[in-house]
Nanobody, 131 residues
């Protein structure tokens, strides 16, 4: 299983950014859920958004970024996306994608945004937002 994030760059505050996470070495049809996390220097890894691929694409968003991000999936490309808008300097972090093959039917938002729920991770991509 391999996940590779891309799209990270230096962006200006107020701008937009789209991150991609492409998987290989597995069938995307077997993925239960996918998620995006971020980790700023000296801070814990934070869940941003998740999508339940086996539950009609149910999406969850962290309160800290609700309304500014959107998660989506393209099964044909084995890719998960994270679109971010109205970027802030506080969004500066390394962004990670993660997946689990477990089913997560009926699991709530808080649980779906916990790092421990995901077994496979990308290496991360740096996003830096300048003021």
């Amino acid at each position: 299983v391999q996940l590779v994030e891309s799209g990270g760059r230096l962006a200006q505050a107020g701008g937009s950014l789209k991150l991609s996470c492409t998987g290989s070495g597995f069938s995307f049809d077997d993925v239960g859920s996918a998620a995006w996390f971020r980790q700023a220097p000296g801070k814990a890894r934070e869940g941003i958004s998740s999508i339940n691929l086996n539950e009609g694409g149910r999406r969850y968003y962290a309160d800290t970024m609700r309304g500014r991000v959107a998660i989506s999936a393209d099964d044909a490309k084995s890719t998960i996306y994270l679109e971010m808008n109205t970027l802030k300097p506080d969004d500066t972090a390394v962004y990670f994608c993660a997946i689990t093959f477990d089913l997560n039917l009926g699991v709530g938002r808080q649980a779906m945004l916990q790092p421990g729920r995901y077994q496979h991770w990308g290496r991360g991509v740096q996003v830096t937002v300048s003021s």
